[in-house]
């Protein structure tokens, strides 16, 4: 999507909101790569026509229209539905299904889910992240996942964690 931002044919500039609400005009192709994920997530949980005015949904219209079909769908009885659905959904792939894993094959390792990541040992990060592609995996989606490596954990319980090393996938 980024890509396509920057060799779209017509108008890249869009309205962010910002916490304070305070309201910027903003070219998305002047912004750098890591701004756009904010600034591309935006339209898709906005008011129905403020999205479908913005130049990001422009470009998920045009170069994914089942997707764009199903965003506008989904927002037809209220624009928090889609907002709602996608946290049920990461929530039922992160907690339930990722979680009945750790559960059923990992029983002895400490998880803590965080968001949309899990804590784990050090020595359990890379297995976490394949094991997070699986789950995904089952809905044919390819996450990115990134693993930040900590040098302690801080208020846990040594019990609950065989080593002092965590991995976050």
């Known amino acids: 999507l980024y890509d396509a931002i920057q060799s779209f044919d ?11 609400g305070r309201q ?12 756009f994920k904010r600034a591309s997530l935006i339209p898709v949980f906005d008011k129905l026509d403020a999205m479908q005015r913005n130049p990001v949904f422009k470009i998920i219209a045009r170069d994914f ?8 769908a989904a927002k037809q009885n209220g624009h928090q539905r889609l907002a709602c659905l996608l946290q049920r959904t990461e929530s039922a792939l992160m ?27 050090d020595t359990f990060a890379d297995a976490a992240t394949e094991l997070i592609r699986e789950q995904f995996g089952t809905l044919g989606l390819r996450p990115q996942i990134k693993i930040e490596r ?20």
């Open 65 to 72: 229209p089942g997707i764009a079909n199903f965003i506008v």
């Open 95 to 121: 907690i339930d299904g990722l979680g009945e894993v750790f559960a059923k094959h990992h029983a002895n390792v400490a998880v803590a889910p965080v968001h949309d990541a899990v804590v784990v040992a």
């Open 10 to 20: 017509g108008a890249t500039t869009t309205t962010m909101t910002t916490g304070t």
């Open 24 to 35: 910027v005009e903003i070219d998305l192709r002047t912004i750098p790569e890591k701004s």
């Open 150 to 169: 900590c040098s302690r954990v801080s208020k846990l319980d040594s019990d609950m964690m065989a080593s002092s090393q965590c991995g976050q996938a």
